[in-house]
């Protein structure tokens, strides 16, 4: 049974950080892309980041990138979204997701996901 526990939400002022965990269970982590998505009300499911089986590809969204960097430690079975600099519109539910994905960004070819973490920032 597959797995992804998010951790590491919360509350920040803007400006602020966070980094956001996602453990994984119950699947050959090193052979799966991990993404992060999020979830505002009202707001489709959107990706934040991806990166690949071995780490060396990742993808940002434009609004994320040069604040947001993802990583992963195979060894852990866990990826990482460390979040600087956040902004207000960044508030969401963030999920992590896995899958054997053809482009890292092609969010119907994430398998597996997580519950979500609430982030909340405030200005």
């Known amino acids: 049974q597959v797995q992804l526990v998010e951790s590491g939400g919360g509350s920040v002022q803007a400006g602020g950080s966070l980094r956001l965990s996602c453990a994984a269970s119950?699947?050959?982590?090193?052979?799966?892309?991990m993404g992060w998505f999020r979830q505002a009300p009202g707001k489709e499911r959107e990706i934040v980041a991806a990166i690949s089986w071995s780490g060396y590809t990742k993808y940002y969204a434009d609004p994320v990138k040069g604040r947001f960097t993802i990583s992963r430690d195979n060894a852990k079975k866990t990826v990482y979204l460390q979040m600087n600099s956040l902004k207000p519109e960044d508030t969401a539910v963030y999920y992590c997701?896995?899958?054997?994905?053809?482009?890292?960004?092609?969010?119907?070819?994430?398998?597996?996901w997580g519950q979500g973490t609430q982030v909340t920032v405030s200005s």
């Open positions: 119950g699947l050959t982590f090193g052979t799966y892309a």
């Open positions: 997701a896995a899958g054997i994905v053809g482009g890292l960004h092609i969010i119907r070819e994430y398998e597996y």
